[in-house]
């Protein structure tokens, strides 16, 4: 437990022993006082802050970056932009701080000086979502990019300063030899009314932008704009007739609109697209020009995630099928070994959705489906249940719903999902909640939850073999996804390495 832990550090402060206190909290709340010692002391610690910092927890936060033990990862979910320059304004080098995320900063119109926070010099990882931002929000931006030679990811929510801004930090990326990835989130129009932000937009030219910056900028790896400007054929057919972009949509994930499905096809066909696809098309979208694109997809052997969202305008015309989408989605199943993501929110008929349940029951390297099935049939559900019982890979299942209730083959997936243990979530949506057999999944649901955490801190631990919990844990999750992501926020190595423990310790597990 946490606070079997604290007196080994010797804080002066009680203040700051309890921000400490309540930050380790979130992840290692259930750990055993040995186990968490031993983690602590060899990663540095994850802290966690899910409620407002105040000012004096910024106070707090600041001491402990300055005498307390080593912080690895720090997550605050809100900070007001007065809090945030207690915390970390004028603090010096910190390091030990590999990654941070800001979940929202309000920077009341003014600037938060990034750029000279030097306890921000050693981070890896930075994910920064800023509102009611300074007008040099972007300079400061592009100042850190230039001034960090530790930062490999940067990943920015909300605004990042209209086409001036991200301007200027395409400048400081054309000189930036360390970061690897770079994105911009939640910044088109219709993600900026739900969270009410009302920064300037960019304009689709910011593609082209991007484009000539990793003409010359050949360490990073990934541009991901899905969500920050429009997408225009024009501008995407003129950088494909230049030598000088040949590759650049290796390296640029964006939402491809079905106008772009012939461009699209032939650099699947290349091998020259970012192997996670993301598509917008329309109910009415030519049918042959969209076999055109499945047959290519469906003959792609290296793909690693598959996005299919309607457009806008036809979002709501449910009483439309796209059963082409279903069918070549089974057919990449049956084939691949390498896809991880799969998300369609096109309607098809039932029989095509059973088709990619039967599908999945033989696939071993999709973790994540999520599937709109306009009603929860006894034939799907049955389906679900076969695929539930013998598939150990899946760790997020979502079927969608808007009609009818539960069948009563819910009683099929509640017998599947008993002896299941690397599933994590089962959504068939709103609807679905208010029935009594909900509640049951979601029982069996978080028992996989806990098995998964106690499995992370097990191996994050050291994976002593006297731990029985822990070995039992283990064994019952194997090597989910959904493991991976846990004991790498814990120990803060790449998911490669982090596979590469999980599977050392277990193959040192008693038979």
Same mark, same amino acid.
């Given at each position: 437990?946490?606070?079997?832990?604290?007196a080994?550090?010797?804080?002066?402060?009680?203040?700051t022993?309890?921000?400490?206190?309540?930050?380790?909290?979130?992840?290692?709340k259930?750990?055993?006082?040995?186990?968490?010692?031993?983690?602590?002391?060899?990663?540095?610690?994850?802290?966690a802050?899910? *409620?407002? @910092?105040?000012?004096? #927890?910024a106070?707090?936060?600041?001491? &402990? +970056?300055?005498? /307390?033990?080593?912080?690895?990862? %720090?997550?605050?979910t809100?900070?007001?932009?007065?809090?945030?320059?207690?915390?970390?304004?004028?603090l010096g080098?910190?390091?030990?701080?590999?990654e941070?995320?800001?979940?929202?900063?309000?920077?009341?119109?003014?600037?938060?000086?990034?750029?000279?926070?030097?306890?921000?010099?050693?981070?890896?990882?930075?994910?920064?979502?800023?509102?009611n931002?300074?007008?040099?929000?972007?300079?400061?931006?592009?100042?850190?990019?230039?001034?960090?030679?530790?930062?490999?990811e940067?990943?920015?929510?909300?605004?990042?300063?209209?086409?001036?801004?991200?301007?200027?930090?395409? *400048?400081? @990326?054309?000189?930036? #030899?360390?970061?690897?990835?770079?994105? &911009? +989130?939640?910044? /088109?129009?219709?993600?900026?009314? %739900?969270?009410?932000?009302?920064?300037?937009?960019?304009?689709?030219?910011?593609?082209?932008?991007?484009?000539?910056?990793?003409?010359?900028?050949?360490?990073?790896?990934?541009?991901?704009?899905?969500?920050?400007?429009?997408?225009?054929?024009?501008?995407?057919?003129?950088?494909?007739?230049?030598?000088?972009?040949?590759?650049?949509?290796?390296?640029?994930?964006?939402?491809?609109?079905?106008?772009?499905?012939?461009?699209?096809?032939?650099?699947?066909?290349?091998?020259?697209?970012?192997p996670?696809?993301?598509v917008?098309?329309?109910?009415?979208?030519?049918?042959?020009?969209?076999?055109?694109?499945?047959?290519?997809?469906?003959?792609?052997?290296?793909? &690693?995630?598959?996005?299919?969202?309607?457009?806008?305008?036809?979002?709501l015309?449910?009483?439309?099928?796209?059963?082409?989408l279903?069918?070549?989605?089974?057919?990449?199943?049956?084939?691949?070994?390498?896809?991880?993501?799969?998300?369609?929110?096109?309607?098809?008929?039932?029989?095509?959705?059973?088709?990619?349940?039967?599908?999945?029951?033989?696939?071993?390297?999709?973790?994540?489906?999520?599937?709109?099935a306009?009603?929860?049939?006894?034939?799907?559900?049955?389906?679900?249940?076969?695929?539930?019982?013998?598939?150990?890979?899946?760790v997020?299942?979502?079927?969608?719903?808007?009609?009818?209730?539960?069948?009563?083959?819910?009683?099929?997936?509640?017998?599947?999902?008993?002896?299941n243990?690397?599933?994590?979530?089962?959504?068939?949506?709103?609807?679905?909640?208010?029935h009594?057999?909900?509640r049951?999944?979601?029982?069996?649901?978080?028992?996989?939850?806990?098995?998964?955490?106690?499995?992370?801190?097990?191996?994050?631990?050291?994976?002593?073999?006297?731990?029985?919990?822990?070995?039992?844990?283990?064994?019952?999750?194997?090597?989910?996804?959904?493991?991976?992501?846990?004991v790498?926020?814990?120990?803060?190595?790449?998911?490669?390495?982090?596979?590469?423990?999980?599977?050392?310790?277990?193959?040192?597990l008693?038979?």
């Open positions: 437990m946490v606070d079997s832990v604290m080994q550090f010797g804080f002066q402060n009680a203040d022993e309890e921000l400490f206190r309540k930050g380790l909290q979130v992840m290692y259930e750990w055993d006082g040995a186990r968490l010692t031993t983690a602590l002391t060899q990663y540095g610690s994850y802290l802050y899910e *409620e407002k @910092l105040s000012d004096e #927890d106070a707090a936060l600041r001491r &402990l +970056f300055s005498t /307390g033990p080593p912080v690895r990862s %720090l997550y605050i809100k900070i007001s932009h007065g809090a945030f320059r207690i915390a970390f304004g004028g080098e910190c390091p030990s701080l590999r941070i995320i800001f979940r929202r900063v309000d920077c009341e119109g003014r600037d938060l000086g990034i750029d000279r926070c030097e306890v921000f010099r050693h981070v890896r990882s930075l994910d920064l979502s800023c509102v931002v300074g007008s040099g929000f972007a300079k400061e931006v592009a100042s850190y990019i230039r001034q960090n030679k530790s930062l490999e940067l990943w920015l929510h909300l605004s990042c300063g209209g086409d001036e801004g991200v301007a200027a930090i395409i *400048e400081a @990326l054309k000189v930036n #030899d360390t970061l690897k990835e770079l994105a &911009l +989130f939640n910044m /088109g129009s219709l993600t900026q009314d %739900l969270f009410r932000n009302d920064a300037p937009q960019l304009s689709s030219g910011a593609l082209i932008g991007f484009a000539e910056m990793l003409a010359s900028n050949s360490s990073l790896e990934l541009v991901d704009v899905r969500d920050a400007f429009p997408v225009e054929k024009d501008i995407v057919s003129s950088l494909l007739a230049e030598e000088r972009h040949a590759g650049v949509f290796k390296r640029i994930r964006i939402e491809w609109p079905e106008q772009l499905l012939p461009e699209l096809t032939e650099l699947i066909r290349k091998k020259a697209c970012y996670k696809l993301h917008s098309v329309s109910f009415f979208v030519d049918r042959g020009t969209l076999r055109e694109f499945l047959d290519a997809v469906a003959a792609h052997k290296t793909l &690693l995630e598959l996005h299919f969202f309607p457009l806008e305008e036809t979002f015309q449910f009483k439309h099928k796209l059963n082409a279903a069918e070549c989605i089974t057919s990449v199943l049956k084939h691949t070994t390498t896809l991880r993501e799969i998300y369609n929110c096109m309607p098809a008929d039932r029989s095509h959705i059973v088709s990619i349940l039967d599908a999945l029951k033989q696939n071993r390297s999709v973790a994540r489906v999520t599937m709109d306009e009603m929860l049939t006894g034939e799907v559900a049955k389906s679900l249940a076969e695929l539930l019982a013998v598939n150990k890979t899946l997020y299942v979502c079927i969608l719903y808007s009609a009818g209730g539960l069948p009563r083959q819910v009683r099929d997936i509640l017998r599947a999902l008993k002896t243990y690397t599933l994590i979530t089962l959504d068939f949506g709103f609807h679905a909640d208010r009594p057999q909900m049951e999944v979601k029982a069996l649901l978080e028992r996989n939850v806990r098995l998964k955490d106690r499995a992370a801190e097990f191996v994050a631990s050291g994976a002593d073999v006297s731990d029985e919990e822990g070995v039992d844990a283990l064994k019952k999750v194997q090597a989910s996804a959904a493991l991976v992501e846990r790498q926020e814990l120990i803060g190595k790449t998911p490669e390495e982090v596979l590469q423990e999980i599977q050392s310790a277990l193959a040192r008693p038979v």
